[in-house]
């Protein structure tokens, strides 16, 4: 039993088979990083740029591609690939290149979309008009990191743009018939619980993205936040915590909102906390146990329940 609309789902139901997501490394850097906004990224960005997962460039695209698949064939019989374009701001570059990039990419055969993760800043009317070109081809999603609407929380992460940047990006790429995902990252240090569901209940109910990524805070090595935590400046969320919370917005969000993460796992490599999230089976696990429990015990009205 299903308590959200997950992307499993979605996707089963948009491309009729199981898709697997490639995550892939478009070579950009980040205004964040380069000395246009900041030289130090955002405060929990790791040197890998949120693409630590993400196949290293090899070549043109083509290969690139083919060593991300060979890494997931080798353990299931996929036939059906996102590519994913993780690392740093993946619009922030000349546009012919973006161009080159992003054709090229949908040109593979068995790649059936395109995802794109960027910064809401870094969307110009050119850009927006070449995804729309490029939706017409194959479908394009485009990934923006809001992480929180509050305004002291987003200048402590160096996030580096306002609130309404956000919304005009957002609408200027729905407008356009563009699948748009937003991240949102739950325990940031020094919000309550009330002001994570205020984040939520914006997107919600106000702004409505199709999709959305729920993020546990990850304190990881190299970073400024690891600083700031090794100082005993805030600590991370308890798996009961964060459950409770995680709960409480799945509940605030419309019935075909996909959801396409819930927890996220930083590499165990250079994660330090919190320490319980490096088993990511177990999480889910637990996450599923408790979801049907809360269900029987409650007959609480779950969104979008599927059977």
Same mark, same amino acid.
């Given at each position: 039993?299903?308590?959200? %609309?997950?992307?499993?789902? *979605?996707?089963?139901?948009?491309? &009729? ?38 196949? /290293? ?27 994913? *374009? ?10 012919? *290149? ?43 999603? #485009?990934?923006? @990191? ?13 996030? @580096? %743009? ?24 739950? @325990? ?22 199709? &999709? ?9 090595? @190299? ?8 100082? &005993?400046?805030?600590?991370? /969320? !308890? ?15 419309? !019935?075909?909102? #996909? ?23 177990? #999480?889910?696990?637990? /996450? ?20």
């Amino acid at each position: 039993m299903e308590h959200y %609309y997950a992307l499993n789902r *979605y996707l089963m139901e948009t491309f &009729g088979e199981k898709v697997y997501k490639l995550a892939l490394d478009g070579g950009m850097t980040c205004p964040n990083r380069d000395g246009t906004l900041d030289t130090r990224g955002c405060i929990f960005c790791s040197q890998g740029g949120s693409g630590d997962f993400a196949q /290293m460039q090899c070549g043109n695209v083509h290969e690139q591609i083919q060593s991300a698949k060979s890494r997931i064939v080798q353990k299931t019989n996929a036939k059906k690939f996102i590519a994913y *374009y993780q690392s740093y701001t993946n619009t922030y570059a000349e546009f012919p *290149y973006l161009k080159r990039l992003y054709t090229d990419t949908l040109k593979e055969p068995d790649i059936v979309a395109l995802s794109i993760g960027t910064r809401p800043d870094c969307l110009s009317d050119e850009i927006v008009r070449l995804l729309s070109d490029l939706n017409r081809i194959k479908p394009v999603w #485009v990934e923006l @990191g809001l992480q929180t609407i509050h305004s002291k929380t987003a200048h402590y992460i160096r996030r @580096g %743009y306002e609130l309404p940047v956000f919304v005009d990006a957002l609408h200027r790429l729905q407008k356009e018939g563009i699948h748009v995902v937003a991240h949102v990252i739950l @325990g940031l240090p020094g919000e309550s619980k009330e002001d994570m569901l205020g984040t939520i209940r914006f997107l919600a109910h106000e702004h409505r993205p199709d &999709g959305i990524k729920l993020q546990l805070l990850h304190v990881l090595e @190299g970073t400024d936040l690891a600083q700031e935590y090794a100082e &005993g400046k805030f600590e991370t /969320m !308890e798996m009961d915590a964060y459950f409770d919370v995680l709960f409480a917005c799945i509940e605030e969000l419309p !019935e075909d909102m #996909v959801i396409h993460r819930l927890t996220g796992d930083g590499p165990k490599r250079i994660l330090i906390a919190p320490k319980w999230t490096g088993d990511k089976k177990r #999480v889910m696990n637990e /996450m599923r146990r408790r979801m049907d429990e809360m269900h029987i015990r409650q007959g609480k009205n779950w969104k979008n329940e599927y059977t």
